[in-house]
């Protein structure tokens, strides 16, 4: 049966867990002669700008040995309003994989539906689990197992706060999110995670005596028109100094990127000591990789 990585929730916690493990051994390897992908390509489709979902996917294709093509609305039948469907059943019939990275959680739903080869959430408006990977790999690697630990999220309840909440659950550890009103996750996933997530009162609330504190920009891709509206609203849920002084002395920071410093995070905290946003980055590359592995060729035991 062809699995598809549209939600964390796609993986039972073992997959989880071992793809993360792998991820950093892949990361220590860096095997050059290790490339299980050739002949093999990987579809990308792209309806949102992006950086490091890009590189990552096509870098970690060329690095396997494979191929990545960088398909966009622009250049695409997409563009001129050829069904998903459509679209599935071509490039599953071409490629190995699709990853797709758009507004509609929806869409990538129908497009895996129709496709015969598995499709990878690379962001869409309820979810980024690809990020959440990257996010659980820097957080092994720098704290070791989150399992009892703390986590707090800062700010705006979007796609990749919905990724921490289910990572919370699938992981064994307690998230606490701290968002404006208008600004809260979702209610479906908060019901769904019980008590591995906490709605709390404030930032202060969420990060006393966090092993990790997370947050995003405050305005997301497609959102510029809300910024004034956004920024009134999210006065007071900057990530600075004093507010990372209320977790524990230990605790770590991170951020997907791109990042505004002087409003989600203070450069003192994104630039600082406690700061892991430059291996989380890196990370997606590893991620990402592992991830092909098993949806493709599984993952070895070693």
Same mark, same amino acid.
């Given at each position: 049966?062809?699995?598809?990585?549209?939600?964390?929730?796609?993986?039972?916690?073992?997959?989880?867990?071992?793809?993360?493990?792998?991820?950093?051994?892949?990361?220590?390897?860096?095997?050059?002669?290790?490339?299980?992908?050739?002949?093999?390509?990987?579809?990308?489709?792209?309806?949102?700008?992006?950086?490091?979902?890009?590189?990552?996917?096509?870098? =970690?294709?060329?690095?396997?040995?494979?191929?990545?093509?960088?398909?966009?609305?622009?250049?695409?039948?997409?563009?001129?309003?050829?069904?998903?469907?459509?679209?599935?059943?071509?490039?599953?019939?071409?490629?190995?994989?699709?990853?797709?990275?758009?507004?509609?959680?929806?869409?990538?739903? #129908?497009?895996?539906?129709?496709?015969?080869?598995?499709?990878?959430?690379?962001?869409?408006?309820?979810?980024?689990?690809?990020?959440?990977?990257?996010?659980?790999?820097?957080?092994?690697?720098?704290?070791?197992?989150?399992? %009892?630990?703390?986590?707090?999220?800062?700010?705006?309840?979007?796609?990749?706060?919905?990724?921490?909440?289910?990572?919370?659950?699938?992981?064994?550890?307690?998230?606490?999110?701290?968002?404006?009103?208008?600004?809260?996750?979702?209610?479906?996933?908060?019901?769904?995670?019980?008590?591995?997530?906490?709605?709390?009162?404030?930032?202060?609330?969420?990060?006393?005596?966090?092993?990790?504190?997370?947050?995003?920009?405050?305005?997301?891709? %497609?959102? #510029?028109? #809300?910024?004034?509206?956004?920024?009134?609203?999210?006065?007071?849920?900057?990530?600075?100094?004093?507010?990372?002084?209320?977790?524990?002395?230990?605790?770590?920071?991170?951020?997907?990127?791109?990042?505004?410093? =002087?409003?989600?995070?203070?450069?003192?905290?994104?630039? =600082?000591?406690?700061?892991?946003?430059?291996?989380?980055?890196?990370?997606?590359?590893?991620?990402?990789?592992?991830?092909? #592995?098993?949806?493709?060729?599984?993952?070895?035991?070693?």
């Amino acid at each position: 049966m062809t699995r598809h990585f549209l939600e964390l929730t796609d993986l039972s916690a073992a997959e989880a867990r071992r793809i993360v493990a792998r991820a950093s051994a892949l990361k220590q390897l860096r095997d050059p002669g290790y490339r299980p992908f050739t002949g093999r390509t990987l579809a990308m489709i792209f309806t949102k700008s992006s950086t490091r979902t890009r590189v990552s996917f096509e870098a =970690g294709m060329a690095r396997f040995g494979g191929h990545a093509l960088f398909l966009t609305t622009a250049t695409t039948q997409l563009g001129r309003d050829e069904p998903i469907a459509d679209t599935a059943r071509v490039l599953s019939r071409m490629c190995d994989a699709i990853m797709i990275r758009n507004d509609s959680q929806a869409q990538q739903v #129908e497009l895996a539906a129709h496709s015969r080869v598995p499709v990878i959430n690379g962001l869409s408006d309820m979810h980024h689990p690809c990020q959440m990977l990257a996010d659980l790999q820097c957080w092994f690697e720098h704290r070791g197992d989150p399992a %009892g630990k703390v986590a707090a999220w800062i700010g705006d309840g979007n796609n990749v706060c919905h990724s921490w909440i289910q990572a919370a659950k699938k992981f064994g550890f307690t998230l606490r999110i701290a968002a404006p009103p208008g600004y809260l996750p979702s209610a479906d996933l908060l019901k769904a995670a019980g008590l591995s997530v906490q709605m709390v009162a404030s930032p202060a609330d969420a990060v006393r005596d966090a092993d990790l504190v997370v947050t995003d920009t405050w305005t997301s891709m %497609g959102q #510029e028109a #809300e910024t004034q509206r956004r920024l009134a609203a999210f006065a007071g849920y900057q990530v600075d100094d004093a507010l990372m002084g209320k977790a524990r002395p230990d605790a770590i920071f991170m951020h997907c990127l791109p990042a505004h410093r =002087g409003e989600e995070v203070a450069a003192s905290v994104i630039d =600082g000591a406690q700061s892991v946003v430059w291996d989380e980055a890196e990370n997606r590359l590893w991620a990402q990789m592992a991830l092909l #592995e098993f949806l493709l060729v599984g993952t070895p035991s070693s």
